[in-house]
């Protein structure tokens, strides 16, 4: 079956912009976490999603929001874009939020800030 | 505060022979175990998985892990290694009742013909 979809796969935007990130799950993954990737801070995670609620939520501003739609598709959102916004996007999704089941990825978005 | 740690940056092995990639953590209990491989331009592709059991996990593309629970410790392993195996590897954690997955810095794989 088709894996975790990202879209656009690439965006380049200027500061003070905002941005909408997409990612549609594995068909039957009702859990969506986004984390950012950057050369100097590694990866970090965002927030999760499960049943259109966020479970939990990592140390971003509120610059930073997601939902999730009830197909479990999932979009994130950046307000005001910085020049430190640049990075990798991932998307994972699993099957329910129990913390044994394993996240798969998709290959991201590369958002770049000018 | 919680950790991972992969104390290598950058590995450099030949062709043929083995690796083995260091991971360690610093939890208070037992966290659920990964290990992840990230080829350039792409996202993460689950590697293998600890959650409880026999402490050798086989995972895919021959790749395998053993979990020390003395030495926080769940370091991969490969026996011979191929050109192809050439990416950045990460170990993470997640704890029983968090969601989240806590990911080490990564380790760069070279492989020398």
């Known amino acids: 079956k088709a894996g975790v979809t990202q879209t656009p796969r690439y965006l380049i935007k200027t500061r003070g912009q905002q941005v909408t990130l997409s990612c549609s799950p594995i068909?039957?993954?009702?859990?969506v976490s986004w984390y950012q990737q950057t050369p100097g801070q590694g990866l970090q995670f965002l927030f999760e999603?499960?049943?259109?609620?966020?479970?939990n939520k990592g140390n971003f501003p509120g610059r930073f929001s997601g939902r999730q739609f009830s197909n479990s598709r999932s979009e994130m959102n950046v307000s005001t874009l910085e020049l430190g916004d640049s990075a990798l996007y991932l998307c994972?999704?699993?099957?329910?939020?129990?913390?044994?089941?394993?996240?798969?990825f998709g290959d991201g978005t590369r958002l770049s800030i000018l | 505060a919680q950790s991972v740690t992969q104390p290598d940056i950058h590995i450099t092995v030949s062709e043929g022979a083995s690796l083995e990639l260091r991971c360690n953590y610093s939890?208070?209990?037992?966290?659920?175990l990964f290990w992840y491989v990230q080829s350039p331009g792409q996202g993460l592709q689950l590697l293998l998985k600890?959650?409880?059991?026999?402490?050798l996990v086989q995972g895919i593309k021959g790749f395998e892990a053993e979990f020390k629970r003395s030495q926080s410790s769940f370091n991969l392993r490969k026996p011979s290694v191929h050109w192809s195996d050439a990416a950045e590897y990460f170990c993470?954690?997640?704890?029983?009742?968090?969601?989240?997955?806590?990911f080490g810095a990564g380790t760069i794989l070279r492989v020398k013909s």
């Open positions: 994972a999704s699993r099957n329910g939020p129990s913390s044994n089941q394993p996240q798969h």
């Open positions: 993470a954690v997640s704890l029983e009742y968090g969601n989240k997955l806590v």
């Open positions: 068909s039957g993954h009702r859990s």
């Open positions: 999603y499960f049943s259109e609620t966020q479970r």
């Open positions: 939890y208070g209990a037992t966290p659920y």
């Open positions: 600890y959650f409880s059991g026999d402490t």
